[in-house]
């Protein structure tokens, strides 16, 4: 009786096994078949295997983090974030025609609408500073209200400060 079964990848020979490197050039997924390649590249003792593994294991953490600090990321957030900055004017005009007047805090905001999201929100700087999640900057004025956003360089009052594109009539 045969006790050594053997694995589906023992089966495999290392040549084919190689070829499976490429897919290390698709983040995530060669984070997966680089730790197995990496793996079988001990078991084989096989340097090569574990070069390939390795490499494609590294790829996927190096991708994401060049693709989260290039421009091209910072401009998308930039503008979702006027987007988003944009829903919160037109909240804001219709809380004031409901109301006759703006809220005092974009908290209130969801008491007209239960699907505005307020977790993010503040209307103060202190609280701004406190917050790292925070994103908006409102506070009402006399017969208007201030709205923004801390730009790319995560500061508010800075000339890269983020405002809303969407202008209401008055």
């Not at 006027?82 to 006759?100: A, D, I, R, T």
């Not at 505005?116 to 017969?143: H, I, P, V």
């Amino acid at each position: 009786m045969n006790t050594d079964k053997k694995t589906f990848f023992d089966k495999i020979s290392s040549q084919k096994l190689y070829r499976l490197g490429f897919t290390g050039l698709f983040p995530n997924l060669g984070l997966v078949t680089g730790g197995i390649l990496l793996f079988h590249g001990f078991k084989r003792k096989d340097l090569k295997m574990k070069i390939i593994g390795l490499a494609s294991v590294l790829f996927t953490p190096l991708f994401w983090f060049l693709l989260e600090h290039s421009d091209l990321h910072k401009k998308q957030l930039v503008e979702l974030t006027k987007h988003q900055l944009n829903e919160v004017v037109k909240e804001l005009e219709f809380y004031k025609s409901k109301n006759s007047q703006y809220p005092d805090s974009l908290g209130q905001l969801k008491s007209q609408n239960k699907f505005f999201n307020d977790q993010e929100l503040f209307n103060n700087e202190f609280n701004f500073k406190k917050s790292k999640s925070a994103k908006f900057y409102y506070k009402k004025t006399e017969s208007d209200y201030v709205l923004k956003s801390f730009g790319p360089d995560l500061i508010l009052n800075t000339k890269d400060d983020i405002y809303p594109e969407l202008k209401i009539e008055k």
